[in-house]
């Protein structure tokens, strides 16, 4: 048996079929965690989440910020989902939709396995957030997610404020905690979350750290897998492996084997024709 983490698919399934086989993959006796970010840019989003779906039974696999935003863009008007790129509509208008759109939805933002020490979120972690912070965090909007009024959530969770405080309440709160799980990259010591820094780390403005460097930050006891980060790369460092290596941008696709004490990276090619990053906001002053 092997466990596997893995970092973001984002519709590219070429590089995917090519990874679980070079790490041949047996759903019989393997698992796999994949940290998020499913679909989106690669072209082949349909097929790879039908190829994550037929995993289930041997796989993990925690929200992305692209996973939730398919997950949105689902509750809209049919004419404004067609108004959406053509790889998420090959999706949005798949006959086992329903299907696959509803698992996506019943997983979680966190995964923890203290047997083995490893936990997996997309994006990050609060500095000041224990591990069962964070599992109590998730269960608040995986429970949300999962419920009548998900509507509500998912056309609201758009924003970047307000800034995290455990003073808060309702959709304020929700959308706070899925920027944390989902989109951070740099924060401050307090923990605010710096949406405009995208580069590697030595490019951030003065007072701002990558996440799992804050000064002050909790000890969580766990490993941590994590992914969304494509300019950081392979990272290994302050507990943390950050497995998102730029595939859909012409890069690699990785995985590491995380049930054994000698760390185990393999490295297959990324998306033939890379995708076409999407152009900068300006910063505000």
Not at 9 to 31: H, M, S, V, Y
Not at 173 to 191: D, E, K, Q, V
Request: hydrophobic share 40%; glycine share 10%; charged share 25%.
């Amino acid at each position: 048996m092997a466990i596997w983490a893995i970092g973001d698919l984002q519709g590219c399934l070429g590089p995917t079929r090519r990874l679980l086989e070079r790490i041949a993959f047996d759903p019989a006796r393997d698992k796999l965690w994949f940290c998020g970010d499913l679909v989106n840019r690669g072209g082949e989003s349909l097929e790879t989440l039908r190829l994550v779906h037929s995993l289930r039974e041997s796989a993990i696999t925690v929200l992305g910020n692209h996973d939730l935003s398919l997950l949105a863009i689902s509750e809209r008007r049919e004419a404004d989902q067609r108004k959406v790129n053509p790889d998420l509509q090959q999706v949005l208008f798949a006959p086992d939709r329903d299907e696959l759109l509803d698992w996506l939805r019943s997983q979680p933002l966190v995964h923890a396995d203290r047997e083995l020490g490893w936990m997996m979120v997309h994006a990050g972690l609060a500095p000041k957030w224990t591990a069962d912070d964070a599992l109590a965090m998730a269960a608040e909007v995986q429970q949300a997610l999962r419920g009548k009024n998900r509507q509500n959530l998912l056309r609201n969770m758009y924003g970047d404020r307000p800034t995290w405080s455990p003073g808060l309440r309702g959709t304020d709160r929700l959308r706070a905690i899925i920027n944390i799980f989902t989109r951070m990259r740099y924060c401050s010591p307090r923990g605010r979350i710096a949406f405009e820094e995208k580069g590697a780390p030595g490019t951030q403005q003065p007072g701002l750290y990558p996440w799992y460097a804050v000064p002050g930050r909790v000890e969580r006891g766990l490993k941590l897998a994590c992914g969304h980060w494509s300019s950081l790369g392979l990272f290994i460092g302050h507990g943390v492996h950050a497995l998102d290596t730029g595939a859909v941008w012409g890069g690699t696709l990785t995985a590491l084997r995380i049930d054994s004490e000698e760390l185990h990276v393999v490295q297959v090619p990324g998306r033939d024709v890379p995708a076409t990053p999407p152009q900068p906001r300006s910063r505000q002053g």
